[in-house]
Structures are given as structure tokens and as C-alpha cells.
């Protein structure tokens, strides 16, 4: 394979040029959206330090002032992406063809989640038709599951690094730079003469202090990020627990391996340095995996004096007491937490969450005494669930109160063990073709039949059900007291940072509408 303007490095390889991409998604359906693609920043900063010139395009960070905040209306516009998705003239993809035109680069690298991936495949279409030389590597959570039919279908993509990539990525490139056997690159499949090898699975990185700090200065766009957006942060990856519907294990395995809490909190210091953030926000699975550590984070955290508000994951079974009053006084400001069901029949026989509904009540009750914002996210349309176990969900929403309720819609997730339950039961489509992706929904990616998600009822009965709760969620939320409530939790925020106060007044504004 050619590749382009390859030059030599210091360390005597050769230097590429190399896009990295997260594919647009809520920019084409006017949605607010200002997450920075974090797993791309990792990637950047070790092929930087590999001597290769990097930039990362994230092409769904919304910066238009009209944006869409009600997330409970989000599937309905499923088909409006589809549709933008397949506008090749659309200005989204006109942008996309000039990044690759200014930058030019030798290789081009795509976050693939799976809800994006009909954007992802036309991000690598667009790379080959302005240059079929460009090698274009597939990587994040649906290709660590999906591999195989990545490369099955779509032509245009070359290479597929599953897991955990930092590493196998910098040897991936060398690998192509010196036109190197790529046989022993863990974790890549790839496509030689019309034939798809795996190579065996990555060994995860077991000293994550040997990664350099995510590299936010090669977000192409950087200049167009709050303060606060550029908090994103993980101190520690995977999670031990295996619940049915969750795809963690795809991407990071079973085994929690963490950061040094000094080389996490050098990390704060360095980003409230360069772009003066006070608050952060811990992506973990569960930051509370490991509670000894969360409370001597909190101690180092408060020595140190770095004087910011964060939030995290947790789960109802690994909070108490003592930790959440020092998480509180350590600056917390905000745990979310996944109580999914109101139906310990649900949770238990379907889900495997090993959470009841007691424990999720005494929980709720914990973080209220301990005066800390938090946000529970629920789930309904599971396999066999009824009508009378999502009313249930319903009514716990409303008997814990959480100051802010999520509610999704059950997807089968590739790679999952409810996937799998799915596909043996005849409900999952374990395959799909390239059109599959730019004709379906998002919303029925893998469901067999997407006039039937469900199997307890039928497809009409369900989306009343599916409306009325994500109405009645949404209705919850806009209550007075739960606004009040945000904006109690942000309000030393408000002081230390006006404009936090107002980037979130032109948010709720468009919540509202
Ligand atoms: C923050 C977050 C979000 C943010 C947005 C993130 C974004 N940038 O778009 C919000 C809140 C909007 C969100 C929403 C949703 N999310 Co989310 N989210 C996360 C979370 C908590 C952190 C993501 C992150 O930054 N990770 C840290 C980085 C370091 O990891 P990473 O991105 O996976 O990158 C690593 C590898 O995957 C790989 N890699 C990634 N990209 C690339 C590219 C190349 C070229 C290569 C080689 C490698 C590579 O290398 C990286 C470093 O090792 C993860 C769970 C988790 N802890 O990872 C879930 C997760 C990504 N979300 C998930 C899901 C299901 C959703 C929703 C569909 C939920 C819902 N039902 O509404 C929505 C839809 C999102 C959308 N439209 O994009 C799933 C994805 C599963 C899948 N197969 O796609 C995850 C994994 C959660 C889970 N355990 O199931 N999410
Ligand atoms: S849902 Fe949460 S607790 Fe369950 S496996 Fe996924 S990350 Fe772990």
C-alpha cells in the first residue's frame, strides 16, 4: 500500500501525517453536544510522542447557538440523521472533504460507536474517494466487537483495532511506515488479498501512568470548547460487574485497572492551568469501584488544594456514608447512577445488575442526606419485560426522586450477553450489510424484526408505553424543584466562572423550548 508525504522521524521510523475522527452524529440533527472525543485525545498524544503529526476532528461538537436539549425526543429524530447522512452534499461532509484537503494526511483513524456507524463507514468512504491511497483504521467500542463485519462490508476500511489502542496503534503505524509484518500487532484485523485475518486479542495495559495526558491541544477545534468541556477525564478503566445489556467488557475487559491518584490530580493541574477548568468530570465506569481509594483520592485532592467541583459514575451497592460526605467535601458535585428497573425480577433474572430495589432506596436516600446533585438513569424494553414492570421503573423514579431521571430504550448492543441471548432466541440480527446502516433506524440496528422490538407485547401497545414514560421522565425533570436543585449544585461554579452561569442559562433555554 502507497501512502502519501511519509517522512523520517527523529527515532529514524517513518513520520505520518494522521487524522483521528469522531463522526458526526448530533451535529446533523441540531442536538447539543459538546463531549471531546477523549479515547481519540489518548491515541494523539502517544502517536505524538511516536514523533507523527496528529490532529483530531471532531466533527459532532456542536457549536451553533440552536440546539436541541430534549433528549427524550432524540429517537424521533433518528430518520432526520439517516437522511443527512445519506446527502453527500451535505455541509457537514463538504466540511469533512476540506479538513482532509487542508491537512492532507497519510492515514485517517474513526471512532466507531455504534450508534454513529453509518457516519463512521461515510467518513471513510469520503477519505478513499480524496485519496484510495489513505490507509483508513476502524476503532472504539463497535468495532471491538464487530470487527469482521466491519471489514466485510465496507471495502474502504483497511485495518480494525480492537480494545484498548493506544499502543497497537503507534505499532500499527510503524507497521505500514516501514511496510512491517503486521502479523504480530495484538488486538488488528486487517484485510490481505480479499482475506480477513484477526490477530490474536491485546494485552491490556496494566501501568496506565505510562499513557501521556490525553492530548486536548490537537482537537482541531480547540479554541471552540468551554473550560468545562475540556474536563473530561478517566482515572481508571473497566469494570468487574457484568450486566447483560452494558458493552464495558468489549472495549476494557473485566479487570479495573487505575491510575496513580498523583498522576490523575497532575492531570487536574494541567488542565485547570491551560484552560482554566474548575470543573471536571470523571468518565470510569464506576469511580466508586474501589471505595479506599476514592477516599484517599479525596484526601490528596484536598491537600493539594486544586480547589475544583467534579462528578462521577457510581453504583447504588458502593456508596455509604462516610465516602459520600468526603466526596462532598473533596468538591463532588454531581453521581450518576444506573438503578435501570423497578422490577427486581428485571434486574436480577434479566439484566444480572446484583442491585435490588431496597438497596437502590436506601442509596437514593444516602445521596440526599449527603446534599450531593445526582442523576439516575433507568431503562426500559428489555426482553419479557411487561407492561407492569415498566410502571414500576415508573413509579420508583418518582418514589426515590433523583434530581435528574434518564430514561433510554432498550438496544441490543453487539458484543453484549443480552446480544447473544438475542440471537440464539431468534430476535437479534447478528449480521448486517452496508445498506442495513444507511436505511435503518439507529434505534434497530441489530433488532430483527423493528416492527417488533419487544416480545410481550405488540410494536403499537409498546410505543405508547415507550411515549407516555418518556413524557412523563421529561415532564419530571422540568419540575421547579429539580431546576433549582441544578443550579443549587452549580452555583459555587457560578461564582468561580460566570461563564458557566451563562452557557448554562443558553442550555436550559433551549431545554425549555
Ligand atoms: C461519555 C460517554 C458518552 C457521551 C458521549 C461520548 C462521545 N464522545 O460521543 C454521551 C453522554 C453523549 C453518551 C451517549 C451515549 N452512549 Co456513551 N458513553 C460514554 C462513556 C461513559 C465514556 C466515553 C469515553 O470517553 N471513554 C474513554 C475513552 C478513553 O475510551 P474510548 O472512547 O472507548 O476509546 C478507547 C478505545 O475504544 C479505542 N478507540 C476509540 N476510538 C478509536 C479510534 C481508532 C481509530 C482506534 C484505533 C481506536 C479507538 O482506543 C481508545 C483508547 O484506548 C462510555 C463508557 C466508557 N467508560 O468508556 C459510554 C459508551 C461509549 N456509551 C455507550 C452508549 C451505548 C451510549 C448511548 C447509545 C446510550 C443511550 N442509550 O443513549 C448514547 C449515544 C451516544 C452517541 N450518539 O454517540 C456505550 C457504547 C457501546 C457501543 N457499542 O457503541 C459505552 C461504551 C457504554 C457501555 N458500557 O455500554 N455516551
Ligand atoms: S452497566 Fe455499569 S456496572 Fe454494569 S457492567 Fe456496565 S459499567 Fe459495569
Not at 23 to 29: A, L, S
Not at 221 to 249: H, I, Q, V, W
Not at 464 to 479: D, L, P, V
Request: net charge positive; proline share 4%.
Amino acid at each position: 500500500m502507497l501512502v502519501t508525504g511519509q517522512r523520517k522521524t527523529c527515532h529514524g521510523g517513518t513520520k505520518m501525517k494522521i487524522l483521528l475522527v469522531d463522526p458526526p452524529f448530533y451535529r446533523f440533527i441540531k442536538y447539543y453536544n459538546r463531549y471531546f472525543p477523549l479515547g481519540l485525545a489518548y491515541l494523539a498524544a502517544v502517536l505524538r510522542d511516536n514523533g507523527h503529526q496528529v490532529l483530531i476532528y471532531d466533527a459532532d461538537a456542536n457549536v451553533e447557538k440552536a440546539m436541541e436539549m430534549d433528549f427524550s425526543a432524540l429517537e424521533e429524530k433518528y430518520p432526520e440523521y439517516i437522511n443527512n447522512v445519506n446527502r453527500l452534499s451535505h455541509s457537514i461532509w463538504d466540511e469533512w472533504r476540506n479538513v482532509l484537503e487542508d491537512f492532507k494526511p497519510d492515514m485517517v483513524g474513526i471512532s466507531v460507536y455504534t450508534v454513529k456507524i453509518a457516519s463512521a463507514f461515510r467518513i471513510g468512504q469520503i477519505a478513499k474517494d480524496f485519496n484510495p491511497d489513505i490507509p483508513v483504521v476502524f476503532g472504539g467500542p463497535h468495532p471491538s466487537v464487530k470487527s469482521d463485519e466491519s471489514l466485510k462490508i465496507a471495502p474502504f476500511v483497511d485495518f480494525v483495532l480492537k480494545s484498548e489502542a493506544e499502543f497497537t496503534f503507534a505499532r500499527l503505524v510503524e507497521a505500514i511506515g516501514k511496510k512491517g509484518a503486521l502479523g504480530d500487532i495484538k488486538g488488528l484485523s486487517f484485510r490481505k488479498d480479499a482475506q480477513i485475518f484477526h490477530n490474536p486479542d491485546v494485552d491490556f495495559i496494566e501501568d496506565l501512568d505510562r499513557l501521556p495526558f490525553p492530548a486536548r491541544d490537537l482537537l482541531i477545534n480547540k479554541d471552540t470548547y468551554t473550560s468545562e468541556d475540556m474536563g473530561l477525564l478517566m482515572s481508571g478503566r473497566g469494570c468487574p460487574f457484568e450486566c447483560t445489556f452494558c458493552s464495558s467488557a468489549g472495549v476494557w475487559g473485566r479487570k479495573v485497572r487505575f491510575r496513580s491518584i498523583e498522576n490523575v490530580l497532575d492531570e487536574i493541574q494541567q488542565v485547570k492551568s491551560t484552560y482554566g477548568t474548575v470543573q471536571f468530570s470523571f468518565k470510569d465506569d464506576i469511580f466508586t469501584v474501589n471505595t479506599k481509594r476514592v477516599l484517599e483520592f479525596c484526601r490528596l485532592l484536598k491537600e493539594r488544594k486544586l480547589n475544583i467541583k467534579w462528578d462521577c459514575n457510581a453504583r447504588v451497592n458502593l456508596i455509604d456514608e462516610q465516602l459520600l460526605a468526603q466526596m462532598k467535601s473533596a468538591g463532588c458535585n454531581g453521581i450518576k447512577l444506573g438503578i435501570e428497573s423497578g422490577s427486581d425480577r428485571i434486574l436480577k433474572d434479566v439484566m444480572r445488575k446484583k442491585i435490588t430495589v431496597a438497596q437502590t432506596k436506601q442509596a437514593a436516600g444516602l445521596i440526599r442526606r449527603a446534599g450531593i446533585h445526582w442523576t439516575g438513569y433507568f431503562m426500559m424494553g428489555l426482553p419479557s419485560e411487561t407492561e407492569q414492570e415498566m410502571n414500576q421503573t415508573l413509579e420508583l423514579m418518582r418514589q426515590i426522586k433523583p434530581d435528574f431521571a434518564s430514561l433510554s430504550v432498550y438496544e441490543p448492543l453487539p458484543g453484549t450477553q443480552l446480544y447473544h441471548t438475542g440471537v440464539a432466541a431468534g430476535l437479534v440480527a447478528d449480521q448486517r450489510t452496508l445498506d442495513d446502516f444507511f436505511e435503518i433506524s439507529p434505534k434497530y440496528y441489530y433488532f430483527k424484526n423493528i416492527k417488533n422490538r419487544i416480545d410481550t407485547m405488540p410494536d403499537d401497545k409498546f410505543r405508547a408505553i415507550e411515549q407516555f414514560m418518556k413524557t412523563s421522565f421529561h415532564r419530571y425533570n422540568r419540575g421547579p424543584a429539580r431546576i433549582y436543585k441544578r443550579a443549587r449544585a452549580r452555583s459555587a461554579l457560578y461564582l468561580k466562572k460566570p461563564g458557566v452561569l451563562k452557557n448554562d442559562i443558553t442550555r436550559f433555554l433551549a431545554w425549555l423550548r
